[in-house]
């Protein structure tokens, strides 16, 4: 009975319905265009040296080359820092003029002509040449040194870090250190000067590695791990040497003699650019002389503070060649 009812009831529900068939309804619409790798945002692009930025250099050694340094003044930012190692920082326009004054205002028919210019975007690494009479001896002097020069879009400079070798200029005049006064004077640059541009790769990056790699193998005393950033005929130029150091075991050599004459030897980078092939780092060394370093001798007070650049060329991942600027003198000055 139960089940004959069921089998009706199945009957009717069954003939109660369409025998239309229904559609699925359409898929939404998918846009297969999002699916896919967006494209890179357009490049921003590199921040890089204003054109009056650019220019920076020539004013700057232009004026160094004017009379009394009149046209100083109109190269740097009012608010100016100036650096030299073995004098003490000043800041502002008329006191960075002061300070130029009281170290090369001694040499009349000043000339400068610039060997290499490194631009980066917010600072130019010049390396120059300077030749002049020393007012006093009238006795002709030509320097080497180098001029860290930070700038602003408007071209001014805001910050310079001078570097040249006091001793050499007056062992020059028969008045320095009897060791340096046999030294011929550095030669002029001769030909067009070289300008290199940071473009910001990676292998410029990879160069400052291997500087800063090589900065503390100098640091621990690590002899092998030092060598091992150079070439097997690295070169190594400083302003009191007439011909350059060469190969692994000057270099080698140099990690010894400076932990010999200094303890505690500590390294810090202060600024450093890779730039094209090259890397110019600017650094110190702390620690106790304790015995002498060129042509200073160890001092009463020991403690010691050095600042140095490097200029530093690299090829293949080695360093090849280095050229050294510094200040021996300032050691004489207590940190």
């Not at 009812?5 to 846009?31: D, F, H, I, K, W």
């Not at 300077?130 to 910050?159: Q, R």
């Not at 040249?164 to 060791?179: H, N, S, W």
Request: with cysteine; glycine share 6%.
């Amino acid at each position: 009975m139960l089940r004959a009812l069921l089998s009706a009831m199945l009957a009717t529900v069954l003939a109660g319905c369409s025998s239309e068939v229904v559609t699925r309804p359409a898929p939404p619409p998918v846009n297969w265009a999002s699916l896919e790798a967006r494209p890179a945002p357009p490049d921003a692009g590199m921040s890089t040296a204003t054109s009056r930025e650019r220019a920076a250099a020539d004013g700057y050694l232009k004026a160094l080359a004017s009379p009394n340094f009149s046209e100083l003044g109109r190269v740097l930012d009012e608010d100016a820092h100036f650096a030299f190692a073995g004098y003490k920082d000043v800041h502002g326009r008329d006191n960075t003029l002061r300070v130029h004054q009281a170290l090369l205002g001694g040499y009349s028919s000043r000339s400068f002509v610039a060997s290499r210019v490194f631009l980066t975007a917010e600072a130019q690494i010049v390396e120059w040449t300077m030749s002049g009479e020393h007012t006093s001896s009238h006795k002709p002097v030509v320097l080497k040194g180098l001029a860290l020069l930070w700038t602003k879009d408007d071209g001014s400079i805001s910050n310079v870090h001078l570097y040249f070798d006091e001793a050499l200029a007056k062992a020059q005049i028969g008045v320095g250190p009897k060791a340096l006064q046999n030294l011929p004077p550095p030669e002029l640059p001769s030909g067009a000067r070289q300008e290199i541009e940071q473009a910001r790769t990676a292998e410029e990056s990879a160069n400052v590695a291997v500087v800063r790699d090589a900065l503390d193998a100098l640091e621990s005393k690590n002899e092998p791990a030092y060598v091992a950033t150079m070439a097997d005929d690295v070169e190594l130029t400083t302003l009191e040497s007439a011909k350059p150091a060469r190969g692994k075991a000057e270099a080698r050599g140099y990690v010894k003699a400076m932990h010999k004459a200094i303890a505690q030897l500590d390294t810090s980078v202060d600024n450093v650019w890779g730039v094209g092939p090259f890397v110019v780092v600017e650094y110190h060394i702390v620690g106790e002389q304790r015995g002498p370093i060129g042509f200073v001798p160890a001092q009463k007070d020991n403690l010691l503070k050095m600042y140095v650049v490097d200029v530093v060329e690299l090829q293949g991942g080695k360093i090849s060649r280095l050229a050294r600027y510094d200040n021996p003198a300032q050691i004489l000055v207590a940190p």
